[in-house]
C-alpha cells in the first residue's frame, strides 16, 4: 500500500495575515481614541466645575456690591458713574495742588538761569504741573544764540527733552534796533528738579 504524501497547504485566504494586522491596529486605534475621548470629557467636566464657581463668586461679588451701594445711599454718599468721574477730577485737581506747593519756584528759576545764555531773554513761561513739562517763549538776538541755548538746556541735569517748536525772525520794535532783527523762539522742555 502506498502512502500519499501529503504536503502540507494553507487553506486560508491570501491576505489573510494583512486583514488581522489591520484589525488590530483599529483596535488600538479604537482604544486611543476612547482613551482620548474619555481625558477630553474629564478635562471638560473640570472646566465646567471651574467656570461654576467663578460664576458663583461673581454672582457673590455683585451682591455685596449692590448692598455696598444701598448701605452707601443709605448713609448719604453718592457714587454713581458720574460722581466717580468728578472725584477722579477732584483727586486728580488736589495732586496738582500738592505738587504746586512742593514745587519751588526759586530752585527753577535758579536753574533756569543757569541755562540761559547772553543775549537770549525770556517773554514768557507757562509750566504745566501734572506733567512739570514748560513752555519756554523768548528772544535771541542770532540764531546761534538760540542753539547755545538748547544746548545749554540739554546739558543742565535738571532740564530733557528739549524740542523747539517754532523760531522766526522778527524786527524789533524799537526804532533804534531796527537794523538788527531778532529770533523769537518757542519750545518746549521737562523740568525734574534733582
Known amino acids: 500500500m502506498t502512502l500519499l504524501s501529503l504536503h502540507p497547504h494553507s487553506l486560508a485566504a491570501p491576505g489573510l495575515l494583512l486583514l488581522r494586522i489591520a484589525q488590530w491596529g483599529l483596535i488600538g486605534l479604537s482604544a486611543g481614541f476612547l482613551g482620548a475621548s474619555f481625558w477630553i470629557w474629564q478635562e471638560t467636566r473640570q472646566l465646567t466645575e471651574a467656570v461654576q464657581i467663578q460664576q458663583e463668586a461673581v454672582t457673590r461679588a455683585e451682591h455685596l456690591q449692590q448692598q455696598f451701594l444701598e448701605q452707601a445711599r443709605k448713609q448719604g454718599f453718592d457714587l454713581s458713574d458720574t460722581r466717580i468721574q468728578q472725584l477722579a477730577q477732584e483727586v486728580s485737581f488736589a495732586q496738582q495742588l500738592s505738587m504746586r506747593r512742593r514745587f519751588s519756584w526759586t530752585r527753577f528759576l535758579s536753574d533756569l538761569e543757569a541755562a540761559v545764555p547772553p543775549h537770549v531773554a525770556m517773554e514768557s513761561i507757562v509750566l504745566n504741573f501734572p506733567k512739570?513739562?514748560?513752555?519756554?517763549?523768548?528772544?535771541?538776538?542770532?540764531?546761534?544764540?538760540?542753539?547755545?541755548?538748547?544746548?545749554?538746556?540739554?546739558?543742565?541735569?535738571?532740564?530733557?527733552?528739549?524740542?523747539?517748536?517754532?523760531?522766526?525772525?522778527?524786527?524789533?520794535?524799537?526804532?533804534r534796533q531796527a537794523k538788527n532783527p531778532v529770533v523769537t523762539f518757542s519750545m518746549k522742555v521737562t523740568y525734574t528738579p534733582n
Open 132 to 175: 512739570t513739562s514748560l513752555v519756554l517763549n523768548g528772544m535771541a538776538r542770532e540764531l546761534s544764540d538760540l542753539s547755545s541755548f538748547v544746548e545749554r538746556l540739554e546739558r543742565h541735569p535738571a532740564f530733557n527733552h528739549v524740542v523747539v517748536s517754532s523760531h522766526k525772525l522778527k524786527q524789533p520794535k524799537e526804532k
